[in-house]
């Protein structure tokens, strides 16, 4: 799902409720004041959060799994460069900006 950064604003970060997620982005339309979630971070089946390159969320719930591997984090971002569209958030934009 991607949401116009021109219509939505970043609220805050918290621990997702989503047990496959990491962590939601809360986003604010500007004009309805509706609160959206953007789940962001994967773990897996058993619950155990993959690793990312830092967690700069500001929250640090999972900064126990950086690896600060900068090749790891140079072949994810050529992965999942497809993903990003200018101008709007979406789970890969935070992704992305904050944990890779």
Same mark, same amino acid.
């Given at each position: 799902?991607?949401?116009?950064?021109?219509?939505?604003?970043?609220?805050?970060?918290?621990?997702?409720?989503?047990?496959?997620? @990491? !962590? #939601?982005?809360?986003?604010?339309?500007?004009? =309805?004041?509706?609160?959206? +979630?953007?789940?962001?971070?994967? /773990?897996?089946?058993?619950?155990?959060?993959?690793?990312?390159?830092?967690?700069?969320?500001?929250?640090?719930?999972?900064? @126990? !799994? #950086?690896?600060?591997?900068?090749?790891?984090? =140079?072949?994810?971002?050529? +992965?999942?460069?497809?993903?990003? /569209?200018?101008?709007?958030?979406?789970?890969?934009?935070?992704?992305?900006?904050?944990?890779?």
């Amino acid at each position: 799902m991607y949401y116009a950064k021109a219509d939505y604003s970043f609220v805050r970060f918290q621990k997702s409720k989503n047990p496959k997620k @990491k !962590y #939601d982005a809360v986003l604010r339309h500007k004009l =309805t004041k509706r609160e959206v +979630r953007v789940s962001f971070g994967a /773990k897996r089946i058993d619950g155990v959060p993959y690793p990312q390159y830092k967690d700069a969320t500001g929250l640090g719930l999972y900064r @126990k !799994y #950086d690896h600060s591997d900068s090749k790891r984090k =140079t072949n994810y971002r050529a +992965r999942h460069r497809v993903y990003l /569209k200018p101008g709007y958030w979406s789970p890969a934009n935070f992704s992305w900006e904050f944990l890779w």
